[in-house]
């Protein structure tokens, strides 16, 4: 017996990352004013001290989507002089509308020719560095534009576990494209690669709160689950993991960039 062989299936496998996504463009449909994500006030609260110390000077915020952090942020320190910046055109326009109190611009973290000029005393960067595949992209990219003394907050997907991760996702039942995004360098590649720029930063570990349900529609949304990591006879921790199954570690990372920067270097100290 003879079997015809089946014919190959071409499948675009996933390149390197760093790009815009078709999946970030639902942002637009989203409210800013409500409904904040659950990080937000973990975020701000640990640079409250820091902009109420450096008051009415320059904040950006790379990776800005629609708005909805510099509506959060705006709510909680006012009169903050705020540039927002997003790789999606669609999405700049809508922060526009929505976020008055601020000015977006569209801009590519892996081309510093379309960020905006700073610098910026402070920089944040909220759940959008896991999406380059090297984190020297994102680091060069804030210390383009943090100001010397300055500080950038950087919030997402950190492993704690010393072994770095590169990951593509897709839905097979929605858009098939390869999505990037949930990549997890560890906080010890990180950690090292910010001290030989001489950088000084901490990592900030972020627990859910509170239990946050599976949306079965939605299988790309991350939900918490019992830590299997919780220590024997302790109480139950929470963990987010989403339909990779991949268990997601969050933390925020504050990076102090010092006086002493060279100045002009365009990069690293």
């Avoid at 079997?3 to 675009?12: I, L, M, V």
């Avoid at 380059?132 to 492993?159: C, E, H, K, M, S």
């Avoid at 858009?175 to 560890?186: A, K, R, V, Y």
């Avoid at 990180?190 to 030989?196: F, I, K, N, W």
Wanted: with cysteine; charged share 20%; proline share 11%.
């Amino acid at each position: 017996m003879t079997t015809t062989p089946r014919p190959a299936r071409h499948t675009d496998l996933p390149g390197p990352a760093g790009g815009p996504r078709n999946l970030d463009l639902r942002y637009a449909e989203r409210p800013v004013d409500r409904d904040h994500p659950h990080y937000f006030p973990f975020v701000v609260d640990h640079a409250a001290a820091w902009l109420e110390d450096v008051p009415g000077t320059a904040v950006c915020e790379v990776g800005c989507a629609a708005g909805a952090f510099a509506h959060y942020l705006l709510e909680r320190h006012p009169g903050t002089d705020l540039t927002g910046v997003d790789i999606q055109p669609a999405l700049v326009e809508q922060a526009r509308l929505r976020v008055p109190g601020a000015r977006f611009v569209t801009g590519d973290v892996l081309r510093p020719d379309t960020l905006p000029t700073g610098p910026f005393t402070t920089v944040f960067m909220v759940a959008l560095h896991s999406h380059f595949d090297d984190p020297r992209q994102w680091i060069d990219a804030l210390l383009r534009l943090t100001a010397p003394g300055g500080r950038a907050y950087v919030f997402g997907l950190f492993n704690p576990e010393p072994v770095d991760v590169v990951v593509r996702l897709r839905h097979p039942d929605g858009d098939p494209e390869w999505l990037p995004g949930w990549n997890q360098f560890s906080v010890r590649t990180v950690g090292r690669l910010l001290e030989e720029a001489g950088l000084r930063h901490a990592f900030h570990r972020y627990l859910p709160a509170a239990a946050r349900a599976r949306r079965p529609e939605d299988p790309l949304r991350s939900h918490t689950v019992p830590d299997p990591q919780t220590e024997a006879g302790a109480d139950p921790a929470l963990v987010f993991l989403n339909g990779s199954q991949m268990l997601h570690r969050f933390a925020l990372l504050e990076i102090h960039r010092p006086e002493a920067a060279a100045a002009g270097s365009g990069g690293r100290p």
